[in-house]
């Protein structure tokens, strides 16, 4: 996933209606100029960072430089927007568009650095000033993009753009610029906009606690264990890491296992003891459902909140107001795309349910398959139709050779860059590593943060971000993290990895290239600046390389002896994708459906009850199957409530189409070739939104793209007829 920092898209800048307020920053009482002078060249966040590439200095950056650096980062962006708005010179390109993109830079930068650390690195600290800085920054980016003299001379240039003969990019920034505005309701009488500025400041206040209380929930549900027999079918590595976990959290003795961040939890694959399994599937399927952490009115009250002010920018409800600017425009599409898959998907996952119910009578249970039950008997299934054993093919994928022998050996391969260790750049946390990126050419492209594995503080999932977006116009070179939960080993032992993690890596290495191939020259353009909807699809384009004969036959290597993958070995785990594909697609759709229908809701609803309307909802589109509840349930489905992907959510199949034919389309012009990733390149991951991203396509592709390659990637199809 592709993680959109609330200021990061802010600050980098105001056209994205992301956030910052006006209110001027407050000196402290009693402080004088020489200490304010003191604080302001002691505080990391009042210049750019001398590092390379303005990469941060975590080695001095302290908490208690945050909040003074979000003041007058605020105070100095509203400052320069001012300065735009009321210049008595006529509004040209120049003085309104570049101006714009140049401003903010302070604000930008602390954002970035915050908006990361407190979604990997949390603290109680940095969640208080989360909490205060939510409404401020909201009321931030209403001043900017409700600003009725700035709209005017934003609506002067867009009115005549065509007679000022401006290149393409400088073209596109205007209209995209205009249109934000418009969307976020610049053209609003001024009681509309104060009400919206109400609905704006609620929200933001509204996704910050959604967000916070799972955290503090991620913590609270861990599951603990007193005996270890119940521990019975994990690995030595799991049971030492689950014990780990629990004399961490002031449980000596005892085991406790953590919970991710989706519904299903991949340790039920493994543990025998049904009772456990059942206990570890309900804190995760009833997570904040009740007590502090309950996040229930806050989800119907978002849900009505959206709707509400979709009304006030004239649209039906907030689906039809957030599709319109993707690739597919209304939620009718989205829900033909996903309703025409749901019978073929059904079936599957029926015939899927029925072999493992014949394994649990197999096996002597007399009873009916639950959701906690699946994955353990699945494995069971697979394992009977593949003689493939998990455990026996995690022992070839240990993290670094996947990681440097893999996602750093393909990068090399197709697109000729390499990654360099760069131990002497500071770092926000032990685990993370920096590595300095080198182009084909030998020259300097960017710096890239792996930081992969689970830890306290962190949120669950996985995301790219930027601390340091490109841009030729400000001449910034990026600065790139990717971010994962994955289990670490116990200290001294190696971590292996699933393959679902190993494709999950190679996931957002796709959305880091696309930070770090941006070519452009203004930074609101830049990168993953995309649709959601086609944000996607480079990162699920690079996914298909992890099982590529070519790259596994390079990274898959037992840890112990460093021999290959056999080959029969190798074809069973590429055989078996296409395994348990009915209840992989059924528990997504369930959720982009889900997603869909509360985002659907017309503000002239009433506040809904979450599970009633999740049931409602899924029982309508025909995928109420118990044994396969949706990836997330609303209580805890960050994407669709947390704000980012709110009626987006179908972007993942969305651009999964893209990248299923685009990947289809390398195969057939040679595969894994220089010269494929260099068309690839400069087609898709350079050029950021400079053009409509269904333009960027065909230029790649030479025509729009089939759903072939999807069918056949699900396994639902074998060959194009």
Not at 378 to 398: C, G, I, M, S
Not at 446 to 467: C, N, P, Q, T, V
Request: hydrophobic share 40%; with cysteine.
């Amino acid at each position: 996933m592709r993680k959109t920092i609330l200021a990061s898209a802010i600050g980098a800048l105001l056209a994205l209606s992301a956030c910052s307020d006006n209110t001027a920053p407050t000196q402290v009482a009693g402080s004088s100029a020489s200490s304010s002078s003191e604080v302001t060249m002691s505080n990391p966040f009042f210049q750019p960072s001398s590092l390379q590439y303005q990469a941060p200095n975590f080695a001095v950056i302290q908490d208690e430089h945050f909040m003074p650096a979000f003041e007058e980062g605020i105070k100095r962006h509203m400052a320069e927007i001012e300065a735009i708005a009321t210049n008595p010179e006529p509004a040209t390109f120049d003085n309104t568009f570049v101006a714009m993109e140049k401003s903010g830079d302070m604000l930008t930068r602390v954002s970035r650095v915050f908006y990361n650390l407190v979604g990997t690195d949390s603290n109680e600290a940095r969640r208080k000033l989360q909490t205060e800085l939510a409404p401020k920054m909201a009321v931030h980016s209403d001043n900017i993009n409700l600003n009725p003299q700035l709209f005017a001379r934003i609506k002067k240039v867009y009115d005549n753009r065509n007679e000022l003969q401006l290149d393409a990019e400088s073209l596109r920034l205007v209209e995209v610029y205009y249109e934000r505005f418009v969307r976020s309701g610049a053209e609003l009488t001024e009681e509309q906009k104060t009400a919206i500025r109400a609905l704006n400041e609620e929200h933001s206040t509204l996704t910050t606690k959604f967000g916070q209380n799972l955290l503090a929930e991620t913590r609270r549900i861990a599951v603990l264990v007193d005996d270890e027999a119940q521990l019975d079918g994990l690995s030595a590595s799991q049971i030492t890491a689950a014990a780990n976990a629990a004399s961490a959290a002031g449980h000596e003795g005892k085991y406790q296992l953590n919970i991710t961040n989706t519904t299903r939890q991949p340790i039920l694959t493994s543990l025998n003891n049904r009772e456990l399994r059942q206990r570890v599937w309900e804190a995760s399927a009833y997570r904040a459902t009740s007590g502090e952490n309950d996040n229930t009115q806050i989800v119907a009250r978002l849900a009505q909140l959206r709707a509400e002010r979709a009304r006030l920018l004239g649209y039906d409800n907030w689906a039809s107001y957030g599709l319109e600017a993707q690739m597919a425009k209304t939620p009718q599409a989205v829900f033909d795309m996903l309703g025409s898959m749901v019978p073929a998907v059904i079936a599957n996952t029926k015939q899927e349910q029925a072999a493992i119910q014949a394994m649990v009578k197999e096996r002597g249970g007399e009873f009916e398959v639950q959701p906690w039950d699946w994955e353990y008997y699945a494995e069971f299934v697979r394992q009977a139709k593949y003689d493939l054993d998990e455990n026996e093919v995690k022992e070839y994928f240990e993290f670094n050779r996947v990681l440097k022998d893999g996602v750093f050996y393909t990068m090399n391969r197709f697109y000729g860059i390499r990654f360099e260790p760069r131990p002497d750049l500071p770092v926000y946390h032990p685990d993370v590593e920096a590595y300095e990126v080198f182009d084909a050419d030998g020259s300097s492209l960017a710096i890239f943060y792996a930081d992969y594995f689970a830890r306290e503080g962190k949120r669950g999932g996985a995301w790219m971000s930027s601390f340091v977006g490109q841009s030729h116009l400000l001449e910034n070179k990026p600065v790139v993290v990717n971010v994962m939960n994955i289990p670490k080993a116990p200290a001294g032992e190696p971590t292996l990895i699933s393959f679902d993690h190993t494709t999950t890596i190679f996931h957002e290495i796709g959305h880091g290239i696309h930070g770090m191939f941006s070519n452009v020259k203004y930074p609101t353009l830049a990168g993953t600046s995309v649709s959601r909807d086609f944000v996607e699809f480079p990162s699920t384009f690079e996914e298909d390389w992890a099982h590529h004969p070519d790259i596994i036959g390079n990274y898959a290597r037992h840890y112990k002896t460093g021999e290959a993958i056999p080959a029969e070995l190798l074809e069973k785990v590429i055989r078996s994708r296409s395994f348990n594909q009915g209840f992989d697609t059924l528990e997504y759709m369930s959720a982009a459906l889900l997603d869909m229908e509360w985002h659907s809701l017309s503000a002239d609803e009433p506040l809904q009850d979450p599970a009633a309307f999740e049931a409602a909802a899924l029982k309508k589109h025909g995928v109420d199957l118990a044994a396969v509840p949706p990836r997330y349930k609303s209580n805890f489905f960050s994407h669709s409530m947390g704000g980012g992907y709110s009626a987006g959510y179908y972007a993942y199949m969305w651009s999964e189409i893209l990248a299923a034919d685009a990947f289809a389309y390398v195969q057939s012009r040679g595969g894994l070739t220089r010269e494929n990733g260099d068309h690839y390149r400069k087609n898709i991951l350079e050029v950021g939104n400079t053009r409509p991203t269904m333009d960027s396509y065909r230029a790649f592709r030479g025509q729009d793209p089939s759903t072939d390659g999807l069918l056949i990637r699900r396994g639902l199809k074998t060959k194009v007829d």
